[in-house]
């Protein structure tokens, strides 16, 4: 039952992340990125404590190893998602978005190196056809052009994937060694920290407080989706291997085509729809494989 429910945690992710990406770009485009990391991680802190609460004492009393362990990812995904936030506020969500399968191999490889993690000839096979897939259903006619590539946007979006991919293995290794709620909300609470003490050395601190109360459903919208799309990832890979659980994971570019098509009512040319069965049966037959 652990592994079929690691599944599910992970397309929670997948479906919150794929939402939640809407309402980060319109976050970081009129608050910036600082703003947005601050946001999310604040309600991140606060809507966790109840849960973890008992656990802070000796986290913080005890100075072992497990420090090591949530600190790096804490530094990773400080740099990843201000790089990430960087790149959806200068580009279009539709020119990152297949940058962002690079998180895949790159968490795979981590977990194949590190932890001995070695998914089978079929899983493999899978993982590929899916990247396939969402690179596909993610390219525009526009990405044909040479001048597209080189925009910072993608360069940037490019970096921040590969960081990011190191970010979600070193989050599944604090999962396991840790649990889902204590990774979350530690590294929501270094994030807003970090954020916290940038902005007052801006002195944007007031303006950001404004901004909460002028703006509240969006925030709340981004901040509860991003949460809970890291807390379901984080289970997802306690139950499950991690290369796998961020393949289905990371498939919330389906989620955000399919909400493209059905309410925004948007053309998809013939490549994207083939990317988008693929994408759509590897993920379910790579799902079906772990049950």
Known sequence: ?????????????????????????????????????????????????PF????IPTLFLSFDEKYLILLAPSFTILIAALFEFESLKRGKISVVEPLWSLEVPVSALAAFFILKEIPSTLQIILI???????????????????????????IIGAFSAII???????????????????????????LALACFIYLI???????????VIKNKKLLFSMCTLDNIAWVAFAFSM?????????????????????????????YLRKHQKIGLIIAIISAILLASLMT
């Open 52 to 55: 973890v609460y008992k656990d």
């Open 164 to 190: 990011m991919g190191l970010a979600n293995f070193l989050v599944g290794v604090g999962a396991r060694e840790t649990n889902a709620l204590i990774i979350n909300w530690f590294l929501s609470t270094f």
């Open 201 to 211: 050395s801006k002195k944007n601190l007031r303006k950001t407080f404004k901004d």
């Open 128 to 154: 590929i056809t899916l990247l396939v897939g969402l690179v596909l259903v993610s390219l525009r006619s526009y990405h044909l052009e040479k001048k597209i590539w080189l925009e910072k946007a993608v």
């Open 238 to 266: 306690t139950l499950a291997p991690i290369a796998l659980a961020v393949a289905l994971s990371e498939s919330y570019i389906i989620i955000a085509v399919l909400l493209g098509l059905f309410v925004n009512k948007e």
């Open 1 to 49: 039952m652990g592994v079929e429910l690691g599944i599910i945690f992970a397309f929670v992710a997948m479906f919150a992340w794929g939402v939640g990406d809407f309402f980060i770009q319109r976050s970081t485009r009129k608050f910036g990125d600082w703003e947005t990391l601050f946001f999310i991680s604040l309600f991140g802190v606060i809507f966790l404590f």
